[in-house]
């Protein structure tokens, strides 16, 4: 049974940073894609930011690109987002999610990824 569990959110200033930390365990994640995805109250789910666990390609919204690093730690089962230069925009619950399938082809839709954690808070106070 995939478990995907994040943590790292919380209040910050605009302009300022968190790290968002998502530890996977059940399986053996070598082709999965990893995928972090947010929602804000009254809106859609969007994509954020994906990384190929195996090779560690990286892939980014516009929204983020330049600011949000994705990186994963292979000993320790564990994906990250690195949040810099943040805004009362990057406000949402911020969640993890895994594509079994993504080796294939890495996507940007929820409906793609099969795994999810349970969300982490991120507030920007401007």
């Known amino acids: 049974q995939v478990q995907l569990v994040e943590s790292g959110g919380g209040l910050v200033q605009a302009g300022g940073s968190l790290r968002l930390s998502c530890a996977a365990s059940g399986r053996t994640f070598g082709s999965y894609v990893m995928g972090w995805f947010r929602q804000a109250p009254g809106k859609e789910r969007e994509f954020v930011a994906a990384i190929r666990w195996s090779g560690g390609s990286t892939y980014y919204a516009d929204s983020v690109r330049g600011r949000f690093t994705i990186s994963r730690d292979n000993a320790k089962n564990t994906v990250y987002l690195q949040m810099n230069s943040l805004k009362p925009e990057d406000t949402a619950v911020y969640y993890c999610?895994?594509?079994?399938?993504?080796?294939?082809?890495?996507?940007?839709?929820?409906?793609?990824?099969?795994?999810w954690g349970q969300g982490t808070q991120v507030t920007v106070a401007s």
């Open positions: 999610a895994a594509d079994p399938r993504g080796f294939i082809v890495v996507r940007t839709t929820s409906p793609a990824y099969d795994y």
